[in-house]
């Protein structure tokens, strides 16, 4: 007898997730964290969603996470992005308020009957037979259960980084894991250092608001969730402002105190969000750099200098911020710094995310080399699902690339792997036109419901939705405006759905009618990309076998060989996105995949 | 079902099956040298890989069947990467065929059309592009075809289709950045870049203009001689081809249906047909002729007009048509392309006039490179229709542009052999046979 279905190891964005899929399918399961206190923190940026990740988040919701639920109530500010680039890149993005949004995430997992909450530090996995059996705690507990998930976010072997002071930390302040990432290596796990890095908070009351932009959120707000109606909440501004001249020149002067130049720090930092001290020294021509200053919360004074991210030493960084418009008078309340940590390199996982080495243990979440609050919930929640479907016997629910950005970025990490912390954009998915935000429940709210997670209660609100897509669809065939229907009229670029005056629309609401609008002059290209996606299905459905030989096809290049070892893709389709392979040597293993099916 | 493997020993005749002066024999497979030594009276081994070996292939009874070269190859040299060996023998057909019954008792099967290239494949010897190339060069009739195939063996396609590639790449990224970033992170609008596009598209079609042209050099241009009975079609024809093959007789109607016959003019390959003669007839099996003669008329890619001078008769016009006066020796009359079967006076002018009209169609700019797979021309014309597309969505979301951007990278990766889809596979294998 087993002291618990599963454990859950870590208590972030990831482990929140995954704790929950597992207890409310019935499991009974243990969350162990280093600090209760910390459990959904927002380490990072006080936000939640934008392009791509907000895709995520209303995916999460859609197949019964709750991550949408979590910022519906906690948002200070949202806007819906890229309203003028086209619909199929728009996202939302909602400011949070962070000690909200963490206390929420508490609460919600109390709530639940089947999850316990435990704080202690994991020092160990117990394996029996190769298979996860439990973990090991600082304080010397022995917990067994039939699976673990692994969810240690930037804790793991971490250590902030403020010019030359360094710390074992995994967040400023609270202390690293030690000794988990040692006891893995041993295991055979390939254990990486990443590193990644967080900007100054200021005091509000210090800031001369006069000298910088004011950003508005929209209004009305919009929720993530799709079971949320309407939200009514405060809504407070971001401010923007520039580096200048003199700012550039403070970091160029210093840059030799920086851990990252002088050499310290080993671990891949994200190229897509670097620190000050990267973009002055590789846009030696760029004059500024854009900050945004964005509120932390409520009932706080902290706000965030989203662009500033610097492990530069203390004395450097109020220097530079001091000469910076609007910061001039700021007071520094927590510094900048960078964490490195330990990794463990996704090509070890199965698209379901458990590991290919200890049957049993699924891992999710920052561990895996990703970034971001909703690339680590996303995960957490697969894993979560994943480690149900295993207790319950059931087939592992893998998403195809072609339904959900959550497919994309599991099959990017167990198929390419990642030298950076990984970050979803839009263009990393190919097929974003059916990937729309607001289509997330059409895509996946079934898969969940299969699955065990989404409720009947989520199934029924996605056939009123559908049913209410219909009807207005019907509404607009049978309308006609300058001899042709309304629905043939709204192929037009021009016109939108609200201008057309049709009574009858009247009592659909407006995400319906801006769903059926898009869905409508959106028609003829998602035809086409569903023709790409048929073939792309074609290849992903021809299975390579598991026991499947490479060695014997000589044909097969011997660096694509090594690839195909370790990834042992699950298909053509996915066998094809490894880097590096040949295409020719994709093409061989196509036909002798084939060959040998048809014996 | 029958497929290919690989492994078991295949032989081919490498060369036409027609006499010439030498043939060549080719054949890959396990232990293809050892099956061969019993029939050599040379030592022959693996060991001797690359060498050219002489002596004389015999039965099993040690009778002397031809007195060869065998050219050695182990295990991971030589065309398919298998072990084999090339028999270059005299080419007589008797040789060639005692040669093909000893090597099948030596436990050789005929290989299949396709078969060595498809193992030359699945041993990794080569990318898709090339193994297409490879199937053309086997094809290629003529030596300016052969060295169309040959140029895309070392990339001219591949390195025109990568530049382009990358130029579509450069533009595709500029906007992804847009999609990527918020418009508050970057606020500069993108602007579609009319001028480089447009400049992709030409150069694509240009390049998918060569396959009508690639594919007379490599399959033949069909040339009809026309025109009504009697007028002299025959004994121009027979003029062409500088030998008696069609009948030519003075009685109305001989020619009742069409003869053809192969032929190059001013290097390029020409099927000739000669055709009945075009007139009214009540005469069922006439009828037919004309009818038949009528609907060669349609494909060709020139039909050569015969008119006699001494008859109304007003040719066609046409722009497929070159029109041409017989029986200049009767009627003198001195009228350009006129021309006389008998005296051969006018008939350079005649033959010269027939190859630069052909040589007009088949010319391209010498800096395009040339294609001769119908697959290359789709994926150009794909690419081109993609990017058309993008440049007309220009004022719609930059999701829609995106989208037809990455269409056309798609069917240049496609055309490069970069990107395999299933279809790619499925058409080039329909090629070797594969799964038949």
Same mark, same amino acid.
């Given at each position: 007898m087993r002291d618990y279905d599963a454990i859950v190891i870590g208590g972030g964005h990831a482990g929140i997730e995954a704790s929950l899929a597992l207890s409310r399918e019935g499991f009974d399961t243990l969350l162990i964290t280093q600090s209760l206190d910390a459990i959904g923190r927002m380490s990072c940026n006080p936000s939640i969603g934008g392009l791509a990740k907000g895709n995520l988040v209303r995916e999460i919701d859609a197949l019964g996470g709750e991550m949408g639920h979590l910022i519906d109530s906690t948002m200070i500010q949202m806007r819906i992005l890229n309203r003028r680039r086209g619909p199929a890149v728009q996202a939302p993005r909602a400011q949070a308020d962070k000690f909200s949004y963490s206390r929420l995430a508490k609460e919600t997992l109390e709530k639940e009957r089947h999850l316990s909450l435990f704080m202690d530090t994991v020092v160990d996995i117990i394996t029996e037979d190769g298979r996860a059996a439990g973990v090991v705690t600082e304080r010397g507990w022995r917990i067994s259960s039939r699976t673990v998930v692994l969810t240690t976010g930037t804790f793991m072997d971490g250590r902030i980084f403020i010019g030359?002071?360094?710390?074992?930390?995994?967040?400023?302040?609270? !202390?690293?894991?030690?000794?988990?990432?040692?006891?893995?290596?041993?295991?055979?796990?390939?254990?990486? =250092?990443?590193?990644?890095?967080?900007?100054? =908070?200021? +005091? @509000?009351? %210090? /800031?001369? @608001?006069?000298?910088?932009?004011?950003?508005?959120?929209?209004?009305?707000?919009?929720?993530f969730s799709f079971g949320t109606e309407a939200l009514d909440r405060p809504s407070l501004p971001c401010y923007v402002t520039y580096t200048n001249a003199e700012t550039h020149r403070i970091i160029r002067e210093n840059i030799s105190r920086s851990p990252l130049y002088g050499g310290k720090i080993v671990g891949r930092g994200p190229r897509y969000c670097p620190s000050i001290e990267d973009k002055v020294v590789r846009f030696p021509d760029r004059e500024r750099h854009q900050i945004f200053v964005e509120p932390e919360g409520l009932g706080t004074e902290e706000m965030y200098l989203n662009g500033l991210s610097s492990s530069l030493p203390e004395d450097v960084q109020h220097s530079f911020i001091h000469s910076i418009p609007g910061l001039r008078h700021a007071e520094i309340m927590r510094p900048a710094y960078a964490v490195e940590y330990d990794y463990l390199n996704p090509l070890d996982l199965m698209p379901s995310l458990e590991s290919k080495l200890v049957a049993g243990l699924f891992i999710a979440g920052q561990t895996n080399g990703t970034s971001g609050y909703e690339e680590a919930a996303a995960q957490g929640l697969m894993a979560g699902i994943n480690a149900a479907q295993l207790l319950k016997g059931g087939r592992p629910l893998v998403l195809s690339r072609t339904e959900a950005y959550i497919g994309v970025l599991i099959d990017d990490l167990v198929t390419k792997g990642t030298e950076e912390p990984y970050r979803m954009f839009t263009s990393r998915a190919e097929y974003r036109l059916s990937l729309r935000h607001d289509t997330a429940d059409q895509r996946l709210t079934p898969k969940g419901f299969a699955a065990g997670l989404a409720t009947e209660e989520r199934m029924e609100r996605l056939r009123a939705k559908m049913a209410g897509i219909e009807g207005a669809k019907a509404v607009l065939r049978s309308c006609r405006i300058d001899g042709k229907s309304a629905y043939d009229a709204l192929k037009e670029p021009e016109t939108s759905i609200f201008m057309l005056g049709i009574e009858a629309l009247g009592s659909y609401s407006r995400s319906i009618l801006r769903e059926v609008e898009l869905d409508i002059k959106y028609s003829g290209y998602l035809m086409r990309q569903e023709r790409e996606i048929e073939k792309a299905k074609k290849l992903d459905n021809m299975e390579i076998p598991a026991d499947f030989d490479y060695d014997t096809v000589d044909g097969i290049s011997s660096e694509s060989r090594e690839k195909f070892k370790a990834v042992r893709p699950i298909s053509i389709g996915q066998a094809r996105r490894i880097s590096g392979v040949r295409v020719s040597d994709i093409a061989v293993l196509g036909v002798a995949v084939r060959s040998r099916e048809r014996g | 079902m029958a497929h290919y493997a690989t492994g078991e020993p295949i032989y081919a005749l490498a060369t036409p099956y027609s006499p010439s002066a030498l043939a060549v024999i080719r054949a890959s497979g396990d232990e293809a040298i050892s099956l061969l030594a019993p029939y050599f009276s040379s030592p022959i081994s693996p060991s001797l890989s690359g060498r050219a070996v002489h002596g004389y292939v015999h039965d099993g009874s040690g009778r002397r069947i031809d007195e060869v070269m065998a050219i050695i190859y182990s295990k991971g040299h030589g065309y398919t990467s298998e072990e084999a060996f090339e028999i270059m023998c005299h080419g007589s057909l008797p040789v060639i065929r005692a040669i093909s019954s000893l090597l099948e008792d030596a436990g050789f099967r005929e290989a299949e059309r396709g078969e060595f290239t498809y193992r030359a494949f699945m041993h990794g010897r080569m990318d898709l592009t090339e193994a297409e190339a490879v199937e053309e060069i086997v094809k290629a009739r003529t030596s300016r075809a052969g060295s169309d195939a040959l140029s895309r063996l070392?990339? &001219?396609?591949? +390195?025109?289709?990568? =530049?382009?590639?990358? &130029?579509?790449?450069?533009?595709?990224? !500029? /906007?992804?950045?847009?999609?990527?970033?918020?418009?508050?992170?970057?606020?500069?609008?993108?602007?579609?870049?009319?001028?480089?596009?447009? =400049?992709?598209?030409?150069?694509?079609?240009?390049?998918?203009?060569?396959? %009508?042209?690639?594919?007379?050099? &490599?399959?033949?241009?069909?040339?009809?001689?026309?025109?009504? *009975? #009697?007028?002299?079609? !025959?004994? @121009?024809? #027979?003029?062409?081809?500088?030998? #008696?093959?069609?009948?030519?007789?003075?009685?109305?109607?001989?020619?009742?249906?069409?003869?053809?016959?192969?032929?190059?003019?001013?290097?390029?390959?020409?099927?000739?047909? $000669? *055709?009945?003669?075009?007139?009214?007839?009540?005469?069922?099996?006439?009828?037919?002729?004309?009818?038949?003669?009528? !609907?060669?008329?349609?494909?060709? $890619?020139?039909?050569?007009?015969?008119?006699?001078?001494?008859?109304? $008769?007003?040719?066609p016009q046409y722009e497929r048509v070159l029109c041409v006066i017989s029986k200049r020796d009767v009627s003198a009359l001195d009228a350009p392309l006129s021309f006389s079967s008998v005296t051969g006076e006018g008939l350079a002018d005649v033959i010269d006039a027939i190859a630069s009209r052909l040589s007009a169609s088949a010319s391209a700019p010498s800096d395009v490179p040339r294609i001769d797979s119908e697959r290359q021309k789709e994926k150009l014309e794909e690419a081109a229709a993609a990017l058309e597309e993008a440049r007309l969505s220009s004022s719609a979301g930059y999701d829609i542009i995106a989208l037809y951007l990455q269409s056309a990278l798609s069917s240049l990766g496609e055309l490069t052999g970069e990107i395999t889809g299933e279809d790619v596979l499925d058409r080039l294998f329909s090629s070797f046979c594969l799964g038949k």
């Open positions: 030359e002071y360094d710390a074992p930390c995994g967040r400023l302040g609270e !202390s690293a894991a030690a000794g988990l990432g040692g006891k893995l290596r041993e295991k055979g796990f390939r254990v990486g =250092r990443m590193k990644t890095g967080t900007p100054a =908070r200021v +005091r @509000l009351s %210090s /800031l001369d @608001l006069g000298e910088m932009e004011v950003q508005e959120g929209d209004d009305p707000m919009e929720p | 070392a990339g &001219s396609i591949y +390195r025109e289709a990568e =530049r382009m590639k990358e &130029s579509v790449l450069d533009i595709l990224a !500029s /906007l992804e950045v847009q999609l990527d970033y918020g418009e508050d992170e970057i606020p500069e609008d993108w602007v579609f870049p009319e001028e480089e596009v447009s =400049r992709i598209i030409g150069r694509l079609r240009a390049i998918a203009a060569t396959f %009508s042209s690639s594919r007379l050099y &490599s399959e033949g241009a069909l040339v009809v001689i026309a025109g009504r *009975t #009697n007028a002299g079609k !025959s004994s @121009l024809y #027979n003029a062409l081809l500088k030998e #008696n093959r069609a009948i030519v007789s003075s009685e109305e109607g001989t020619t009742r249906d069409y003869i053809e016959a192969d032929a190059v003019i001013a290097g390029i390959p020409v099927r000739l047909f $000669d *055709t009945a003669g075009l007139r009214e007839s009540e005469d069922a099996v006439e009828q037919e002729g004309i009818r038949r003669t009528e !609907s060669l008329m349609d494909k060709a $890619d020139l039909i050569v007009y015969v008119v006699d001078p001494s008859s109304d $008769d007003a040719p």
